[in-house]
């Protein structure tokens, strides 16, 4: 399992470094036409509108710090818990990439995450398949990847706190 681990943390930057480049400008050109079209995506494009590039590297940071934790006590521990948020955070970070896919389809147009969430899907499903046999089906493995999936979703929120606080500080 450990030579599998460590791929998650390596995939994620490279899908995020396109994110940290491009997003940032990209929505500021886009919002309206965006939330002309999508209404209801305001809420979520507002967060984002003020976000300079410099925060959403501060952003992104924290979220690969918060990972390498993760891997460094997966890697250290044999604590089905413990591999079970590892495989979750793994989960939720394919749903991730689907997610960005949908988002250029729905809009019809690239986003700065739309290139590596494409070629990041293969290597990443690869990842899936080849470390679901590590993972048992017991109760603190299944409790594991809950509390993974659902970290993920948790931690994106903390991650854009830190970079807007970043923002202000700087």
């Known amino acids: 399992m450990g030579k599998y681990i460590w791929l998650l943390p390596v995939i994620f930057m490279f899908h995020d470094m396109e994110e940290i480049i491009g997003l940032t400008d990209w929505i500021r050109k886009n919002y309206n036409r965006i939330v002309e079209r999508f209404p209801a995506s305001e809420r979520i494009l507002s967060r984002y509108k003020e976000i300079t590039t410099a925060g959403m590297a501060v952003a992104i940071y924290e979220e690969l710090l918060v990972l390498l934790f993760i891997c460094i006590l997966t890697d250290l521990t044999n604590i089905p818990l413990v591999t079970g948020i590892w495989f979750g955070g793994l989960l939720g970070f394919t749903l991730h990439l689907f997610i960005h896919i949908a988002q250029a389809i729905l809009i019809r147009s690239y986003i700065p995450a739309l ?10 499903i690869w990842l899936v398949v080849k470390s679901a046999v590590f993972i048992p089906m017991d109760t603190p493995s299944i409790l594991g990847i809950l509390i993974g999936i659902s970290g993920v979703a948790v931690n994106l ?6 970079g807007q606080w970043f923002q202000k500080v700087s």
């Open 157 to 162: 929120k903390l991650a854009h706190m830190t």
């Open 115 to 124: 290139i590596t969430s494409i070629l990041s899907i293969p290597p990443t």
